[in-house]
């Protein structure tokens, strides 16, 4: 990407979070862009830095999507009649094939932010997650889930 480029993209964007397109602004903006491109310049010029974006987008998009869905799924439960019922909640014991402290805080911190599941505690030796979900029909499903899901993504992300 051409830095120009992005030098001018930058303080447009910090014209449209201040609110303020004064040219006394832009131009506050463009530096400090160009002083955050001077700073990260490295970072922009290896292949891996964009591909490691692609794949925190995908992960930020996958979390909104489940973000979403769940936080529908909650809402109708709780809107049921008859709650207890349909509220079946568990502790489900999930294996961790992720095993840096920064991947398994991003995928319990994940889970957690995600309605209707709460992260617990890790295992000593970090080989277990354990969760709580709010209900659990089929708990090798809800492993799946998360294994196909939050944890294949985050550890994309931390190749």
């Known amino acids: ?64 999507y489940e973000l979403v869905v ?24 999930y294996p961790l094939t992720v095993k840096s402290e920064a991947e398994i805080t991003l995928l319990a911190n994940m889970i957690t932010l995600t309605p209707g599941t709460l992260s617990i505690d890790v295992s000593a030796d970090k080989s277990v997650l354990y969760i709580h979900a709010l209900t659990l029909e089929d708990r090798d499903a809800a492993i799946s889930s998360i294994a196909n899901g939050f944890e294949r993504k985050v550890g994309e992300v931390f190749e």
């Open 1 to 64: 990407m051409n830095t120009a480029f992005l030098v001018v993209a930058l303080a447009l964007i910090w014209a449209a979070i201040t609110g303020s397109f004064t040219g006394l602004n832009l131009l506050f903006g463009g530096l400090v862009g160009g002083l955050a491109v001077l700073l990260m310049r490295h970072s922009f010029a290896r292949p891996m830095a964009l591909r490691r974006l692609k794949r925190i987008a995908s992960l930020l998009v996958l979390f909104l």
């Open 70 to 93: 769940s936080a529908l799924k909650v809402a109708m439960i709780v809107v049921r009649p008859d709650l207890n019922k349909v509220v079946q909640p568990a502790i489900i014991a």
